[in-house]
């Protein structure tokens, strides 16, 4: 259901065709909307709204939203929205829709959900600039696809990097979890390259020290041990492989020097990694 007409230029994704991918744009949009403009029901896919000026109000999940410029909310699917332009100040906003097997999570990362739907930001040209792109894209005939998608990605990384609940909304225990979290995912992700503790703290955006203090209060050990530890169990697995020589397995896990491996796999494990893989096939 909508209300008084808005200058309005929207597109289409390709919602058909990519079921199985991990984030699939289904439209976007801008709207400088009319006083008291407004939009009721239900959605099928999740939506996203960012607010560029003026005011309106969201209702969802049975609360009340007063929002303006540089926020933003989300709406879930299946979930009855009501969303107005104010009548003195009424809104101006672009939006993108979307769904896709990791549409979630990566809503998740951004503390966005049914319970938690508004987000705010500095006021940010780029958001804007993204979804005009997606707009200009409808000119493209060869990896339109491919362009949306990629700009559905930089869409939620601008409100992630200019969201302003990592200095607001969020309590402390939030902060740390969010920082040790973003820290083991490059772990798993780079373990088998030669990386530093301050290269795991540079990737999180805070110092070393920061780093190491969140690590011993949450994971009850220090970055630089839990990073061993995960080799070494990624080492273990390897073990198994004859095929592998004990070189290999070291190579694999971010060692360049096989001495140096053998050392750290025996202070974890107890023994050397021959004799674990000795143990493994029953040798011992």
């Not at 920082?179 to 772990?187: C, E, M």
């Amino acid at each position: 259901m909508n209300g008084n007409s808005c200058s309005i230029a929207f597109g289409y994704g390709n919602s058909s065709t990519y079921k199985n991918h991990d984030l699939i744009v289904y439209h976007y949009g801008y709207e400088k909307c009319k006083a008291k403009h407004y939009w009721a029901g239900v959605r099928d896919h999740y939506l996203i709204h960012y607010i560029i000026s003026g005011k309106g109000t969201f209702i969802y999940n049975d609360k009340t939203y007063h929002l303006e410029q540089g926020q933003g909310f989300l709406i879930c699917p299946n979930i009855l929205s009501y969303y107005q332009a104010d009548k003195d100040q009424p809104w101006e906003y672009c939006w993108v829709g979307f769904q896709g097997r990791k549409a979630q999570h990566y809503l998740n990362q951004l503390n966005l959900s049914v319970s938690q739907p508004i987000f705010n930001c500095q006021p940010n040209d780029s958001i804007l600039f993204i979804v005009k792109k997606m707009i200009e894209s409808k000119t493209i005939t060869k990896g339109r696809d491919w362009i949306l998608t990629g700009l559905a990605y930089h869409f939620l990384a601008e409100i992630m990097q200019n969201e302003s609940y990592f200095n607001q909304a969020q309590d402390t225990k939030n902060y740390s979890e969010m920082y040790v979290k973003k820290a083991v995912d490059f772990i798993e992700k780079n373990y088998s390259r030669k990386i530093t503790v301050e290269d795991i703290a540079d990737y999180v955006g805070i110092n070393r020290k920061y780093l190491s203090s969140l690590f011993k209060e949450i994971m009850n050990t220090s970055p630089q041990s839990f990073l061993i530890n995960y080799r070494m169990n990624k080492a273990c697995i390897l073990l198994s492989q004859n095929l592998l020589s004990i070189a290999h397995v070291a190579h694999s896990v971010g060692y360049n020097d096989p001495l140096l491996f053998s050392k750290m796999f025996k202070k974890c494990k107890g023994m050397a990694p021959s004799q674990y893989r000795k143990r493994l096939m029953g040798q011992l």
